[in-house]
């Protein structure tokens, strides 16, 4: 794997680690200019490569205390009024006004063909915890999945490409996969997005989906 591409993951997957236990101390920044600093720091970045290719990957359970934090966080937040905290945080689960949003763009779960809202949930491409509240209600940044597709989505087991076609990850258990709909036997094209879906998705494929097997 390259130097600049490996450099890039290691230092996101560090980043939000960290941010489990302090959020407001990192952030992420676009790959562009991660690899102007990179050019600037030089040799110096294979160290820093190296001691974050050593960090553990967030468990679901630290992702479940780092959001409920950030949604404790939103509940006391004054400056933000009652209806909006109450839309985010019901966005947070893939309900209320951000699942309404989704549904004016997507109609059914692209793998399973199921089109009850009842049975679909509004899952977030750039995941709610990494957004901005105007993102989290954005319905370019959902689309509509039963739930074990949302949770294979979430946890980056499975991505797309801006064309629609799936990416799996090579942590994913593809007998698991088979078992819940997806076909990996295949090339599989779940149908093209919007431009805004895109920009999302960008960030999911970067930031959420899993690149390699955990140490």
Same mark, same amino acid.
């Given at each position: 794997m390259p130097l600049g591409r490996f450099s890039l993951r290691g230092i996101r997957l560090f980043s939000r680690t960290e941010m489990v236990f302090n959020p407001s101390t990192?952030?992420?920044i676009p790959t562009a200019f991660a690899e102007v600093?990179?050019?600037?720091?030089? *040799?110096?970045i294979v160290s820093i490569a190296l001691a974050a290719s050593d960090v553990k990957p967030i468990t679901d359970h630290d992702?479940?205390?780092w959001e409920r934090k950030l949604e404790q966080e939103l509940v006391n937040?004054?400056?933000?009024r009652k209806t909006e905290r109450l839309a985010t945080i019901r966005a947070r689960n893939g309900q209320g006004l951000f699942k309404e949003r989704v549904s004016k763009i997507e109609s059914r779960c692209r793998f399973t063909g199921v089109e009850n809202r009842v049975h679909l949930v509004a899952s977030h491409c750039k995941p709610w915890r990494d957004s901005t509240n105007d993102d989290r209600l954005n319905g370019e940044n959902g689309l509509l999945l039963t739930p074990s597709?949302?949770?294979l989505f979430d946890r980056g087991f499975i991505g797309f490409e801006d064309n629609g076609k799936l990416i799996i990850s090579p942590v994913a258990h593809r007998p698991s996969? *088979?078992?819940m709909a997806i076909d990996t036997t295949k090339v599989v094209n779940v149908g093209g997005?919007?431009?805004?879906q895109r920009q999302f998705l960008d960030f999911h494929r970067n930031a959420v989906l899993l690149q390699s097997n955990p140490t």
């Open positions: 990192f952030t992420e600093l990179i050019g600037l720091i030089g *040799q110096e992702l479940d205390l937040d004054s400056a933000v597709i949302d949770h996969l *088979q078992r997005f919007t431009s805004g």
